[in-house]
């Protein structure tokens, strides 16, 4: 990952992109992910701006790990080419993931498949009352 690094990453349930490019994230996890029971089959979605150091291509592997789990979702040489030194985005549409018990949802990278994994994102899940609907009056 010496490379890039990784800017901002958000994990919500959708991500939509407009005619125009823009990408709209639904659903957007801001603390805790947290269900009213285990396990539970989550949509989730992934947007992961990452900062090049250089420009040119560069090849990782990415990962998610899942409490309780095996890791449910591994990419093996993804790549991504920059001609200048802009942010880049890579968005990784939604799909269910079973989440077996309460932990740490953890994104992993590594620049090559004999690289160490480095956790650039974790979540804690965890068991509890849904958030209630803000009240309008």
Same mark, same amino acid.
């Given at each position: 990952?010496?490379?890039?690094?990784?800017?901002?990453?958000?994990?919500?349930?959708?991500?939509?992109?407009?005619?125009?490019?823009?990408?709209?994230?639904?659903?957007?996890?801001?603390?805790?992910?947290?269900?009213?029971?285990?396990?539970? /089959?989550?949509? =989730?979605?992934?947007? &992961?701006?990452? *900062?090049?150091? @250089?420009?040119?291509?560069?090849?990782?592997?990415? !990962?998610?790990?899942?409490?309780?789990?095996?890791?449910?979702?591994?990419?093996?040489?993804?790549?991504?080419? /920059?001609?200048? =030194?802009?942010?880049? &985005?890579?968005? *990784?549409?939604? @799909?269910?993931?079973?989440?077996?018990?309460?932990? !740490?949802?953890?994104?992993?990278?590594?620049?090559?498949?004999?690289?160490?994994?480095?956790?650039?994102?974790?979540?804690?899940?965890?068991?509890?009352?849904?958030?209630?609907?803000?009240?309008?009056?």
């Amino acid at each position: 990952m010496a490379d890039f690094t990784i800017g901002s990453v958000i994990i919500c349930d959708d991500i939509r992109t407009e005619q125009n490019g823009k990408h709209i994230l639904i659903g957007v996890y801001g603390g805790d992910i947290v269900v009213s029971e285990l396990p539970v /089959t989550l949509p =989730l979605a992934f947007w &992961i701006e990452f *900062l090049p150091k @250089r420009a040119g291509e560069f090849r990782f592997d990415l !990962r998610m790990e899942v409490p309780g789990s095996a890791p449910s979702l591994e990419l093996n040489g993804i790549g991504a080419t /920059t001609t200048n =030194l802009d942010p880049g &985005i890579m968005v *990784l549409a939604p @799909r269910p993931y079973v989440i077996q018990a309460e932990g !740490r949802l953890q994104l992993q990278l590594r620049s090559s498949s004999v690289g160490r994994w480095k956790t650039f994102k974790a979540k804690q899940i965890m068991r509890g009352p849904a958030a209630a609907a803000p009240s309008s009056g």
